[in-house]
Protein backbone atom coordinates (compact mmCIF):
# COMPACT_ATOMS: atom_id res chain seq x y z
CA UNK A 1 0.00 0.00 0.00
CA UNK A 2 0.92 3.58 -0.83
CA UNK A 3 2.01 5.52 2.40
CA UNK A 4 0.54 9.01 3.44
CA UNK A 5 1.11 11.44 1.00
CA UNK A 6 1.63 15.22 1.41
CA UNK A 7 1.75 17.90 -1.08
CA UNK A 8 3.46 20.31 -1.59
CA UNK A 9 6.40 19.12 0.32
CA UNK A 10 7.64 23.03 0.28
CA UNK A 11 6.07 26.46 0.10
CA UNK A 12 6.78 29.83 0.88
CA UNK A 13 4.28 32.59 1.48
CA UNK A 14 4.47 35.99 2.51
CA UNK A 15 2.86 37.28 5.84
CA UNK A 16 -1.41 38.21 5.50
CA UNK A 17 -1.14 35.48 2.49
CA UNK A 18 -3.26 32.07 3.14
CA UNK A 19 -2.03 28.81 2.16
CA UNK A 20 -3.62 25.13 1.89
CA UNK A 21 -1.98 22.27 2.56
CA UNK A 22 -3.18 18.59 1.06
CA UNK A 23 -3.39 14.85 2.53
CA UNK A 24 -3.95 11.75 1.19
CA UNK A 25 -4.02 9.08 3.52
CA UNK A 26 -3.08 5.09 3.06
CA UNK A 27 -6.16 3.34 1.54
CA UNK A 28 -8.80 2.27 3.77
CA UNK A 29 -7.50 4.42 6.49
CA UNK A 30 -10.91 7.18 7.46
CA UNK A 31 -9.23 9.18 10.31
CA UNK A 32 -7.00 11.88 9.31
CA UNK A 33 -4.82 14.02 11.58
CA UNK A 34 -2.68 17.22 11.40
CA UNK A 35 -0.07 18.44 13.48
CA UNK A 36 2.66 21.19 13.54
CA UNK A 37 5.86 20.97 14.80
CA UNK A 38 8.45 24.19 15.36
CA UNK A 39 11.68 23.62 17.31
CA UNK A 40 10.08 25.88 20.43
CA UNK A 41 6.60 24.29 20.63
CA UNK A 42 7.27 20.51 19.83
CA UNK A 43 4.51 18.42 17.83
CA UNK A 44 1.47 19.84 18.50
CA UNK A 45 -2.13 18.55 17.21
CA UNK A 46 -3.99 21.01 15.02
CA UNK A 47 -7.25 18.64 14.23
CA UNK A 48 -9.11 15.57 13.42
CA UNK A 49 -11.20 13.81 10.96
CA UNK A 50 -13.20 11.42 10.58
CA UNK A 51 -15.85 10.42 7.82
CA UNK A 52 -15.99 13.96 6.82
CA UNK A 53 -16.20 15.06 10.39
CA UNK A 54 -14.10 17.02 12.79
CA UNK A 55 -13.68 14.85 15.39
CA UNK A 56 -11.29 16.66 17.67
CA UNK A 57 -9.58 19.91 17.65
CA UNK A 58 -6.52 21.39 19.26
CA UNK A 59 -5.39 24.97 20.67
CA UNK A 60 -5.09 26.90 17.61
CA UNK A 61 -6.93 29.55 16.53
CA UNK A 62 -9.52 30.29 14.08
CA UNK A 63 -6.78 30.88 11.47
CA UNK A 64 -6.61 27.73 10.95
CA UNK A 65 -9.03 25.14 9.67
CA UNK A 66 -9.51 21.93 7.77
CA UNK A 67 -11.52 19.83 6.07
CA UNK A 68 -11.55 15.64 4.37
CA UNK A 69 -13.63 14.79 1.42
CA UNK A 70 -15.66 11.71 0.77
CA UNK A 71 -12.60 9.54 0.04
CA UNK A 72 -10.58 10.51 2.67
CA UNK A 73 -8.57 13.19 1.58
CA UNK A 74 -8.04 16.15 4.02
CA UNK A 75 -6.81 19.39 3.43
CA UNK A 76 -6.04 22.24 5.63
CA UNK A 77 -6.02 25.80 5.25
CA UNK A 78 -4.08 29.02 7.27
CA UNK A 79 -5.73 32.16 6.80
CA UNK A 80 -4.04 35.92 7.28
CA UNK A 81 -0.66 34.13 7.47
CA UNK A 82 1.95 35.38 10.40
CA UNK A 83 5.71 34.60 10.91
CA UNK A 84 5.08 32.12 13.63
CA UNK A 85 3.30 29.83 11.08
CA UNK A 86 6.27 28.81 9.81
CA UNK A 87 6.34 25.25 10.44
CA UNK A 88 6.40 21.02 9.19
CA UNK A 89 3.18 20.44 9.32
CA UNK A 90 2.60 16.87 9.57
CA UNK A 91 -0.69 14.55 8.26
CA UNK A 92 -1.22 11.56 10.10
CA UNK A 93 -3.68 8.32 9.09
CA UNK A 94 -5.30 6.00 10.82
CA UNK A 95 -7.70 3.35 10.31
CA UNK A 96 -10.42 4.52 12.97
CA UNK A 97 -9.82 4.74 16.39
CA UNK A 98 -6.97 5.81 18.92
CA UNK A 99 -6.16 2.22 19.43
CA UNK A 100 -4.95 2.33 15.92
CA UNK A 101 -1.61 3.43 15.30
CA UNK A 102 -1.15 6.65 13.28
CA UNK A 103 0.75 6.74 10.16
CA UNK A 104 2.95 10.04 9.11
CA UNK A 105 3.51 11.44 5.91
CA UNK A 106 6.89 13.33 4.82
CA UNK A 107 5.31 16.45 6.20
CA UNK A 108 5.11 20.16 4.22
CA UNK A 109 7.50 22.62 5.50
CA UNK A 110 5.95 25.92 5.59
CA UNK A 111 8.17 28.79 5.74
CA UNK A 112 6.21 32.79 5.57
CA UNK A 113 8.54 35.31 5.30
CA UNK B 1 1.47 21.08 27.99
CA UNK B 2 3.21 17.52 26.70
CA UNK B 3 1.52 15.00 27.72
CA UNK B 4 5.45 12.84 27.40
CA UNK B 5 8.88 13.65 28.70
CA UNK B 6 11.53 12.44 26.91
CA UNK B 7 14.88 11.63 28.95
CA UNK B 8 17.98 12.24 27.81
CA UNK B 9 17.11 15.36 25.73
CA UNK B 10 20.05 14.19 23.58
CA UNK B 11 22.18 10.99 23.41
CA UNK B 12 25.64 10.57 21.77
CA UNK B 13 26.62 6.77 21.31
CA UNK B 14 29.21 4.51 19.19
CA UNK B 15 28.07 2.61 16.62
CA UNK B 16 27.58 -0.62 17.74
CA UNK B 17 26.48 0.54 21.53
CA UNK B 18 23.12 0.64 23.16
CA UNK B 19 21.00 3.59 23.31
CA UNK B 20 18.12 3.87 26.13
CA UNK B 21 15.72 7.06 26.39
CA UNK B 22 12.78 7.05 28.41
CA UNK B 23 9.19 8.54 28.18
CA UNK B 24 6.66 10.07 31.03
CA UNK B 25 3.35 10.80 30.96
CA UNK B 26 0.92 12.22 33.14
CA UNK B 27 -3.00 10.78 32.48
CA UNK B 28 -3.98 7.25 32.01
CA UNK B 29 -3.18 5.87 28.30
CA UNK B 30 -4.73 2.46 26.50
CA UNK B 31 -1.42 2.59 24.87
CA UNK B 32 2.07 4.11 23.87
CA UNK B 33 3.50 4.62 20.42
CA UNK B 34 7.30 5.22 19.59
CA UNK B 35 8.15 7.19 16.75
CA UNK B 36 11.28 8.35 14.86
CA UNK B 37 12.02 11.50 12.78
CA UNK B 38 15.01 11.93 10.67
CA UNK B 39 16.04 15.68 10.31
CA UNK B 40 12.99 17.46 9.93
CA UNK B 41 11.66 14.71 7.76
CA UNK B 42 7.85 12.73 8.88
CA UNK B 43 7.88 10.32 11.70
CA UNK B 44 8.39 6.86 11.26
CA UNK B 45 6.05 4.81 13.52
CA UNK B 46 8.11 2.27 15.65
CA UNK B 47 6.34 0.52 17.96
CA UNK B 48 2.61 0.48 19.71
CA UNK B 49 2.59 -0.93 23.15
CA UNK B 50 -0.85 -1.18 24.64
CA UNK B 51 -1.61 -0.83 28.37
CA UNK B 52 -1.57 -4.00 29.60
CA UNK B 53 1.36 -4.94 28.20
CA UNK B 54 4.97 -4.45 29.92
CA UNK B 55 7.39 -5.56 27.18
CA UNK B 56 7.25 -5.05 23.39
CA UNK B 57 9.99 -6.09 21.16
CA UNK B 58 10.73 -5.32 17.26
CA UNK B 59 13.73 -5.99 15.44
CA UNK B 60 16.83 -4.55 17.80
CA UNK B 61 14.10 -2.14 19.95
CA UNK B 62 12.95 -3.25 22.59
CA UNK B 63 10.04 -1.16 24.48
CA UNK B 64 8.93 -1.46 27.98
CA UNK B 65 5.66 0.10 29.74
CA UNK B 66 5.18 1.11 33.58
CA UNK B 67 1.42 2.45 34.00
CA UNK B 68 2.36 2.34 37.68
CA UNK B 69 4.92 4.67 37.16
CA UNK B 70 3.65 5.84 34.35
CA UNK B 71 6.74 5.71 32.29
CA UNK B 72 8.23 4.03 29.10
CA UNK B 73 11.74 3.29 27.28
CA UNK B 74 13.03 2.97 24.41
CA UNK B 75 16.07 0.93 23.85
CA UNK B 76 17.74 0.51 20.82
CA UNK B 77 20.61 -2.84 20.50
CA UNK B 78 23.43 -2.94 18.49
CA UNK B 79 23.43 1.14 17.06
CA UNK B 80 24.10 1.87 13.69
CA UNK B 81 24.67 5.16 12.30
CA UNK B 82 21.44 5.36 10.50
CA UNK B 83 19.78 4.77 13.94
CA UNK B 84 20.80 8.73 14.45
CA UNK B 85 17.81 10.33 14.48
CA UNK B 86 15.07 11.77 16.99
CA UNK B 87 12.81 9.53 18.73
CA UNK B 88 9.35 10.38 20.10
CA UNK B 89 6.88 8.92 22.11
CA UNK B 90 3.24 9.61 21.90
CA UNK B 91 0.18 8.88 24.23
CA UNK B 92 -3.74 9.56 22.79
CA UNK B 93 -6.11 11.52 24.68
CA UNK B 94 -7.80 8.55 26.45
CA UNK B 95 -10.99 11.20 27.00
CA UNK B 96 -10.94 11.97 23.16
CA UNK B 97 -13.09 10.34 20.82
CA UNK B 98 -10.60 9.66 18.02
CA UNK B 99 -7.63 10.32 17.64
CA UNK B 100 -5.52 12.67 19.29
CA UNK B 101 -1.74 12.24 20.25
CA UNK B 102 0.43 14.29 22.78
CA UNK B 103 4.18 14.00 21.82
CA UNK B 104 7.02 14.65 23.97
CA UNK B 105 9.82 16.68 23.49
CA UNK B 106 11.95 14.03 21.81
CA UNK B 107 15.39 12.09 22.57
CA UNK B 108 18.11 13.56 19.82
CA UNK B 109 20.22 10.05 19.24
CA UNK B 110 23.82 10.65 17.72
CA UNK B 111 25.00 7.66 16.52
CA UNK B 112 29.01 8.07 15.77
CA UNK B 113 30.65 5.71 13.35
Known amino acids: KAGVTQTPRYLIKTRGQQVTLSCSPISGHRSVSWYQQTPGQGLQFLFE???????NKGNFPGRFSGRQFSNSRSEMNVSTLELGDSALYLC????????????FGPGTRLTVL | SQQGEEDPQALSIQEGENATMNCSYK?????LQWYRQNSGRGLVHLILIRSNEREKHSGRLRVTLDTSKKSSSLLITASRAADTASYFC?????????????FGGGTRVLVKP
Open chain 2, 27 to 31: TSINN
Open chain 1, 49 to 55: YFSETQR
Open chain 2, 90 to 102: ATPIIKAAGNKLT
Open chain 1, 92 to 103: ASSLASQKDTQY
